[in-house]
């Protein structure tokens, strides 16, 4: 841990040759002698200019993030550091922490923040960029470090790197990336508005420098030659999940790692929980030394794979380019298995910025003396060349050699593509402005001269003029419906303002969120919590699942999932059509018109043209009715279970985030008066299901915020192995009677010698049973879900849901049931939690699901117990059941 950067020993008022000889003085105390672009970049630091610092990965950019936030605290300054990934937002903040100490580095996110008083903060691009449309030339915002500042150029999010430009004038900025390509427009214009003169530091050559090889070999060979000459760690990148799957299945069965390096791994990740099936084939891989990394995993099992990774204990890595956006894991080679992608579009080579982006992880500064580069040439290639090479100086032979040509739809590259991407800088960063609802209402709520504020926003960005009229015509419209939702009014007098508090957390970030508190009054509270129109069809009153399918409609599709749900709606589709014997011809005519589940569809179609008809400018955002949350409530389904049935393992990370967003989106959102009962309880048991599959994305951040940080003497925080905090048995911050984190004596909780011996654990969820709402929700749908198959007398899945009550005990059971009833209902007053009697013990509930008989007798009904230890070890609700019978 390097030695605390202490701002007090210098002045407010220091000169800047004092500050940076202070800087200085601290790298070196630490081992570290600046490289010269670095000491040039502290000096127009302190000198008070703006920076842009476009070197290679591995010179040290982070150390200039350092350096900066040092002269802000010295001249009582408050300075921002942005990263597009709240992994990295998280990691720059421990890092910080270990610098600064606790007292002066704080952490904000879109979920909760840490200390957000503090003079350091840590956050999302969007975080600042929204702060700024907020409050301008009064925020408190004196400096600013954007790092990975190529996302400038991203389509969809550049205009979170662009906004804090146009509206914060007033601060320094730090603009970094390994990729930024021709800044000298970028610089004029930032010097024109800020007053400050713009450095620029490019050029630099990396102190571990690159070789780049193209190979022709088999791929599998290109790994072994890579693993027997000393290359590894090997990052083996992909474009597709995949494919990075495969090649880490097809690695796994030759020896990577060596028998010691397995038994370390063992020991680290032994009460490690991977709880879901994806993580069980992980683990096999991991054992093996084998990593895998791509944006479909867990949070968990990705910062697993990069504790691993950190340590050296990998020596493959197999994933996709998601290594690419800044996180530390030392990498000796980087092998590209393409030079093309699929951008969501169309298939096309990689461009410059993104090939560099991923090249760059290469190489380990103070690890390597160089860092290697591979390209494996296209299959057909390699084919072709290894006919060539047995058919020898044989001219008979090489006559007969069929050349492989290459698959249909194949976007060509080769070798000259490779070497034209290692000589091509990266392209000039290119605007993409963006006007929305939520960057308006921040503006507006602003107050001043919003309109004067909102012509700036609109008319001095980068676009060319033509893109700024278009955005002019947007926010016009995007104004119009504002007023139309009643959300902002225009005073007589002509000022503009908010007519409500929104929610402090309201999902702002959801452009059609006006739309869905409009839509929201056209549902009847009255009308219970139900089945409604979902995916069973079954029931009515739906005033609860109906309220979260107005709130999915917002969200951006799932892909994976849909994808999946309609492939299954048309297999069974196919299956009743030929049933019913209808021909070929008119089945597949008929199956185009078969999609995924989408509740509501019709209503919210109609109120989405009428809430739209004179406001041309929301067609440009989609409505997307989808079922998830509603489709995993209504089947009674856990995670694992959900992923399993729709045979998705490969994106159950895309899964959780999407139940992340919903899960926030709902409990934001929907206002509280619109919340009964029945919609509390499923909104908490979203929640709980999200944290109990992965706590990392909902409980990370409320465990800072909630906590006292602890410290030790020297101001760090106290960090158990891996950087995690330290924690009780129920996943909460251990904590002394004071309220601080237990320490030890020397402030730091204790490690192994080498700070590293412990094993490698994720937080773990709070207890199951401590949020007894959502628990309650558990149990009912455990049962709901065995209500369901009685229903259909599907004693084969009730009995594998209950092996020690039996096949033909639940056969017995159903005979009886149905000698007095016709059919088991599942609407809406079947899953009433009026049907559930409990009975809650120390250590286990009792509880009995009543069955809804047509008569409404309500004579018969499931026993079951419910053991509450062994749900909190598992994560989910553990109901047996112990009998079927009349009342």
Known sequence: MPAILDPTTLTDGSDADAVYTAFVEWAESTGITLYPAQDEAVIEIVSGHNLILSTPTGTGKSLVAVGAHYAALVEGRRSYYTAPIKALVSEKFFALVDVFGATNVGMITGDSSVNPDAPIICCTAEILANLALRHGTDAAVHQVVMDEFHFYADPDRGWAWQVPLLELPQAQFILMSA????????????????????????????????????????????????????????????????????????????????????????????????????GKTLSRFLRAGIGVHHAGMLPKYRRLVEQLAQRGLLRVICGTDTLGVGINVPIRTVLLTALTKFDGTRMRQLSAREFHQIAGRAGRAGFDTAGTVVAQAPEHESENVAAVKKAGDDPKKKRKIVRKKAPDGFVSWGEPSFRKLIDAEPETLTSHMQITSAMLLNVIGRGGDVFGNVRALVYENHEPRARQRELAIRAIGIYRTLIESGVVEQTDAGEIRLTVDLQPNFALNQPLSPFALAAFDLLDPSAGSGTGEGTTGAGTGSYTLDMISIVESTLDDPRAILSQQEFQARGEAVAAMKREGIEYDERMELLEEVTYPKPLDELLSAAFETFSAAQPWIRDFELHPKSVVRDMYERAMSFGEYVAF????????????????????????????????????????????????????????????????????????????????????????????????????????????????????????KRLTTNVRAFRTLVRNELFRRVQLAAREDVDALAELDPSFGAAAWSDALDGYFADHDEILTGANARSSQLLLLTAGATEWSVRQILDDPAGDHDWGISATVDLAESDEQGVAVVTVTGVDRL
């Open 179 to 278: 990729t930024l390509g021709d800044v000298s427009q970028l610089s004029s214009d930032l010097t024109r508005r800020t007053g400050r003169e713009t450095a620029s530091v490019t050029g630099v050559e990396r102190p571990v420098p690159l070789h780049y090889f193209y190979e022709t070999t088999p791929i599998h060979e290109t790994i072994d030659d890579l693993l027997g000459t000393g290359q590894a760690p090997i990052y083996i990148v992909h474009f597709s999940q995949a494919a990075a799957m495969e090649r880490a299945q097809a690695l796994s069965s030759i020896k990577v790692a060596t028998r010691e390096q397995r038994d370390e791994i063992a020991a680290l990740i032994g009460g490690f929980r991977f709880t879901t099936a994806f």
């Open 646 to 765: 729709y045979k998705i393992a490969r994106s159950e990370g895309v899964v959780l985030r999407y139940l992340s967003d919903a899960y926030r989106a709902a409990s934001q959102t929907i206002p509280e008066e619109a919340k009964d009962e029945d919609l509390r309880d499923l909104i908490e048991w979203l929640g709980e299901l999200v944290r109990q599959v992965d706590s990392s994305l909902l409980d990370e951040w409320e465990t800072l915020r909630l906590a006292p940080l602890a410290q030790g003497p020297d101001g760090a925080l106290a960090q158990g192995p891996g950087g995690a905090l330290a924690q009780g048995p129920g996943g909460a911050l251990a904590q002394g009677p004071d309220g601080a984190l237990a320490q030890g004596p020397d402030g730091a909780l204790a490690q192994g010698p080498d700070g590293h011996d412990e094993p490698i654990v994720p937080p773990a969820p």
